[in-house]
């Protein structure tokens, strides 16, 4: 049972435009939520997050939205650049515990 | 200030082989995560500590055991490997929310 879902394994965007990546959750109890990236041969790293008490968090050309009657938060990134090539995995956490749960991934491509 | 280290960054191990990954982390974390990615799975959790003296199992734990050693190092076992364990293995502790991963060891078994 994924409990949380990365539909699009892949995303292909030119350089300059807006990137949108999209993950869907199935339990209502997550409370915090999370983006990573991840660069071949290097392990993820943190890069935005948002409460589930809110329903946007912004960071630079970061901005991650939540809709929590749809149970889906997105991760825009504008503009999107060369070095935005990566995978990004969404992750989200119950209040108190200690496990994240991890979508499968989407690979973004950015060409110039 | 190194973060996560993890080692050995690549195996290769024979059906039947037994090996320890390491992984140490500086930042004086009380939780810390043992996690393999597949090719469209994501990251799946093995083991994960809370903190020292305590394990408790993830995901996917069959087939391995961990031993929290001290606060900074937490080690995955393989004692019989099989070809199912071919994967990237990523170590990771924890601060609040946020998790911070090591580098990872690529894992072949033949």
């Known amino acids: 049972d994924q409990q949380v879902k990365q539909n699009s394994p892949s995303l292909s965007v030119q350089e300059g435009r807006i990137s949108i990546l999209n993950c869907d959750y199935t339990?209502?109890?997550?409370?915090?939520f999370l983006w990573y990236k991840k660069y071949p041969a290097e392990g993820p790293t943190f890069l935005i997050s948002?409460?589930?008490?809110?329903d946007k968090n912004e960071d630079g050309r970061f901005t991650v939205f939540l809709n929590k009657s749809a149970k889906h938060l997105s991760l825009h990134i504008v503009p999107s650049q060369p070095g935005d090539s990566a995978v990004y995995f969404c992750?989200?956490?119950?209040?108190?515990?200690?496990?994240?749960?991890f979508g499968q991934g989407t690979r973004l491509t950015i060409n110039p | 200030n190194a973060g996560v280290t993890q080692t050995p960054k690549f195996q290769v191990l024979k059906t039947g082989q037994s090996m320890t990954l390491q992984c140490a982390q500086d930042?004086?974390?009380?939780?810390m995560y043992w996690y393999r990615q597949d090719p469209g799975m994501g990251l799946r959790l093995i083991y994960y500590?809370?903190?020292?003296?305590?394990?408790d199992k993830g995901e996917v734990p069959n087939g391995y055991n961990v031993s929290r050693l001290n606060k900074r190092e937490f080690s995955l076992r393989l004692e019989s490997a099989a070809p199912s364990q071919t994967s990237v293995y990523f170590c990771?502790?924890?601060?609040?929310?946020?998790?911070?991963f090591g580098p990872g060891t690529r894992l072949t078994v033949t």
């Open positions: 992750a989200a956490l119950f209040q108190g515990a200690q496990k994240l749960v």
């Open positions: 500590s809370a903190s020292e003296g305590t394990t």
């Open positions: 990771a502790s924890r601060e609040h929310y946020e998790q911070y």
């Open positions: 948002i409460s589930s008490i809110k």
């Open positions: 339990n209502s109890m997550f409370d915090y």
């Open positions: 930042m004086n974390h009380n939780s």
